[in-house]
């Protein structure tokens, strides 16, 4: 932790000013495309809420129900495809504006810790450079974490009364996931290290279960709380101004002042606890995990071949 407060207090304020930069910057991108379908869904809304609502109170009878492939058809081939394929168009916009922010975070925190030195430039630099290869770590996480469920919707109707089964799985699965969120930690902290691609940090982040396996469920379990914590603290303070102001006579103030005031500390602060984690994934990694995992980098040279003034004298014969 030592290692990590001293990265922060030297490189923090930077790092947070990037990372806000970016996020107005994805933001803006991202607000004319979302308003305009906004705008084309007006009318269609009530019925999409109908079904999220649906959807929200028993996902699994929503699924199964094919309710949504129904939806899905009266809106292919109809007046509205053009509506799925613009919605289509932005959600794949979100998703790219999303990995662009934390390729930019995950790159301006390398910088930091390897090179001691980083700018808000860094942060835009290494979202664009490694914005494919953490979408396809993305990818190839989101699968892996959806396939046990897609498998229990699928043996779901015939082991429905079985709770020695619904035991064991989710029990099974618990540690499978559990494993799985030490590699996921640790994968994007590899690719930008190592600067392997996606699918080699992939396989590297199980590695570290294999290699370290303490070392680098501790460096997970504190990366969660310190988020967790972070964001805890940041919640209180957004709400602060809120219960200030409802202080005031005019309650007014409070409804309409501070809820804009919270949003605004929120948005302006919700990168920090990300920041502290990132920090600590990093100097945890280096200190403890990189070693253990690359034991070949550790080795001194088996041969040495002097050269220059370093050759030995030749013996006379």
Not at 138 to 144: S, W, Y
């Amino acid at each position: 932790m030592k290692e990590t407060f001293r990265l922060l207090n030297r490189h923090g304020t930077r790092l947070w000013l990037g990372s806000l930069m970016g996020s107005l910057v994805v933001l803006t991108l991202l607000l004319i495309p979302h308003l305009f379908i906004y705008m084309v869904l007006g009318s269609k809304l009530p019925q999409l809420k109908d079904h999220a609502k649906q959807a929200a109170a028993s996902p699994v009878d929503f699924l199964l129900s094919g309710e949504w492939l129904n939806l899905l058809k009266d809106w292919v081939g109809s007046e509205e495809n053009m509506i799925l394929i613009y919605g289509s168009m932005v959600l794949l916009l979100t998703i790219s504006a999303v990995v662009f922010y934390f390729a930019g975070l995950i790159g301006s925190m390398r910088s930091a810790v390897l090179d001691d030195s980083v700018s808000p430039g860094h942060f835009f630099a290494c979202g664009l450079r490694y914005m494919v290869r953490l979408f396809l770590l993305f990818l190839v996480q989101g699968i892996m974490m959806a396939l046990p469920f897609i498998l229990f919707l699928f043996i779901y109707p015939s082991v429905l009364d079985s709770f020695a089964f619904f035991f064991t799985y989710w029990m099974v699965m618990g540690i499978i996931g559990v494993l799985g969120s030490i590699a996921f930690c640790h994968a994007p902290i590899i690719m930008f290290t190592e600067g392997m691609g996606a699918f080699r940090s992939f396989v590297y982040g199980f590695k570290t279960i294999q290699g370290n396996g303490l070392s680098a469920l501790a460096s997970t379990v504190g990366a969660v709380l310190l988020t967790m914590a972070g964001l805890f603290v940041i919640l209180l303070l957004s709400f602060t101004p809120w219960l200030i102001l409802q202080l005031f006579e005019d309650g007014a103030i409070a409804l309409i002042v501070g809820p804009v005031i919270s949003i605004l500390l929120f948005a302006t602060l919700s990168s920090i606890p990300i920041i502290v984690a990132l920090g600590f994934l990093y100097t945890q990694y280096l200190h403890q995990i990189q070693g253990s995992l690359f034991p070949e980098d550790q080795l001194d040279p088996l041969m040495y071949t002097p050269e220059g003034d370093d050759k030995p004298e030749a013996k006379p014969v």
